[in-house]
């Protein structure tokens, strides 16, 4: 940008020759500026018409002129900042915001938290990483889940705190007796962000494009057939009985994005600006549902707040701020909770380098040798895994005797404190005589079955969301992590029990046959569990209606900010 380029010019200029007048010739000052000469005369005019530069000038080539500098670059930048911000040019702001981030974390703060701009209710979060590209198809992180399911809608959807799915793009849905025909109605008046009607057969369209995507195919893979019987309904025709089909299709991986545009979506919230430093999203006028409070929401992506701060954990992903960490007298907690989701490991004995045996006394050792209390994380932010969910145990290992292998190769994914796990392990197994190899995997998901299978232990992070048994049943269905631990038996008989369970018309008993085929993987040292997050979200009293959902985040749609006082 141009400002950001005359600012930079500005301080080398000042760094030169500081606030007092100095004597030099346009030839020294265009070797400062690194530029020709008739650059730096229309600098020194620019400069001295802003008001930020004395300039007097001697007739003659080569002669010295008297300038100085009548305010610092820090100066200045503050000023156009405010500037920017006032003017609510926030992706400029950041752009230009090169000053230490002291000074920056106090310009920004009063324009963060819950704003009224232009009469319309704004909440701005601060946030310490760069944004992946919003398709619900590609999605890894957890803020873009969230921001993925307030852009999209599906023909079902779930509600924070209510475990059902419940009608989104279909008003209501119809299941034949046998279970194997499912016709959801359309709502009549349907647009996607872009202003055009949301029709079934643009519907049908990305449905079969989902049923090709490796990443949604898993979870239709009972659909033998999908039509249009009329204007306002789509049918489902499965091969056997899904019961889990409602799930499914309020699912991440089931979201609807109009046919020409990943990014538009159905949902409350559009994506007006989608930039490197600012994320916004602004209210869909054609919501079909109710309406949202708030009018916009934006994602300021600075970085540079978080890396002044000495308490770690306000970085961390499960703590999210409304505000800035200077506002400790006003920002306060107003949500906590436990995660769902948990932090897992898992044994590869697919590879045959561990048996059952031995993977159970990994387990046995990290549950009694007081590992995890021991980490040097925040304890704030984790708490030990008593239960897969709640109401399901794990299960007490007893196998003393039984010797590990001399050496064992151990992957992480993130979250960080994984690596504290993998690190903490390394030590315990050496005390039994095991060499364990620790390697990082750098994405949040395991990517294929590859990947996995030259790892005897796996460390790894499952999010769970409102209705935590369809979760972990997709969870067995989609994720790679399963056929690169399991043998072609147990894949086989995986495959089988989840076939059996979905035809099950009763919601309480495909949850207790599901929590069964965990248990079974427990027992064995297959998959165990290891801590849940706490989930926090902090802020002033001028954001309120904050409801956390199981993703960790909280409902966009039920914040509101109260306007300013007159």
Not at 169 to 182: C, D, F, M, R, V
């Amino acid at each position: 940008m141009r400002l950001q380029n005359r600012l930079n010019q500005y301080q080398r200029l000042y760094v030169n020759v500081g606030n007092q007048p100095s004597a030099l010739t346009v030839a020294d000052l265009a070797e400062i500026f690194c530029c020709s000469e008739r650059h730096t005369r229309t600098l020194l005019a620019q400069f001295q018409h802003a008001g930020w530069i004395s300039w007097q000038s001697q007739p003659g080539r080569g002669k010295r002129a008297s300038i100085q500098c009548l305010t610092s670059p820090e100066s200045l930048r503050e000023s156009y900042l405010q500037q920017l911000l006032k003017n609510g040019d926030h992706s400029a702001a950041l752009q230009l915001s090169e000053m230490d981030p002291q000074h920056l974390n106090a310009l920004l703060s009063p324009h963060l938290g819950g704003q009224w701009q232009a009469d319309a209710p704004t909440l701005r979060i601060p946030y310490y990483r760069t944004m992946q590209r919003l398709d619900p198809q590609t999605l890894t992180g957890r803020a873009e889940q969230h921001l993925a399911h307030t852009l999209h809608a599906g023909l079902t959807r779930f509600i924070t705190g209510e475990p059902l799915p419940q009608p989104d793009l279909a008003h209501h849905w119809q299941i034949s007796n046998n279970g194997k025909t499912w016709r959801f109605f359309l709502r009549s008046q349907l647009y996607w962000h872009n202003g055009e009607p949301v029709t079934a057969s643009q519907l049908c369209s990305c449905f079969e494009v989902l049923r090709q995507s490796p990443r949604s195919s898993h979870g239709l893979a009972s659909v033998a057939q999908l039509s249009q019987p009329h204007a306002l309904c789509l049918q489902f025709d499965l091969e056997v009985p899904d019961y889990w089909l409602a799930h499914r299709l309020a699912d991440l991986n089931c979201l609807l994005s109009h046919p020409n545009d990943p990014t538009c979506g159905a949902g409350p919230f559009r994506l007006a600006s989608f930039a490197p430093e600012l994320v916004r999203l602004e209210q869909h006028t054609y919501y079909h549902l109710q309406h949202p409070f708030l009018a916009a929401i934006e994602f300021w992506i600075t970085p540079q707040l978080f890396a002044q701060k000495d308490n770690v954990s306000c970085q961390h992903p499960v703590r999210i701020m409304l505000g800035e960490q200077n506002e400790l007298d006003e920002v306060k907690p107003v949500k906590r909770s436990t995660s769902l989701g948990f932090c897992y490991i898992a044994a590869n004995l697919r590879r045959g380098h561990l048996s059952c045996e031995q993977a159970q006394k990994i387990i046995m050792i990290i549950q009694h040798s007081g590992l995890l209390n021991r980490l040097p994380i925040d304890h704030d932010l984790v708490k030990p895994s008593k239960e897969m969910l709640p109401g399901w145990p794990i299960p007490e290992h007893d196998v003393a005797q039984v010797s590990l292998p001399k050496k064992l190769k151990l992957v992480f994914h993130p979250p960080i404190e994984l690596e504290f796990v993998a690190e903490a392990l390394k030590t315990c197994l050496a005390i039994e005589g095991c060499e364990l190899e620790v390697l990082y995997h750098p994405g949040r998901l395991w990517d294929d079955v590859e990947s996995i299978a030259s790892a005897d232990l796996l460390l790894g992070d499952r999010l769970i969301g409102e209705a935590p048994e369809a979760t972990l049943e997709n969870w067995l269905r989609q994720d790679p992590l399963w056929p690169g631990i399991l043998s072609d038996e147990d894949l086989r008989e995986q495959e089988c029990r989840l076939r059996s369970i979905q035809q099950i018309p009763l919601a309480n008993k495909r949850a207790e046959e599901l929590r069964e085929h965990f248990y079974r993987w427990m027992k064995r040292g297959i998959i165990t569990p290891l801590f849940n997050y706490q989930y926090q979200v902090s802020a002033p009293p001028r954001v309120n209606g904050v409801q956390l959902t199981a993703w960790g985040w909280f409902d966009f749609c039920q914040a509101w900010i109260p306007p300013p006082l007159p």
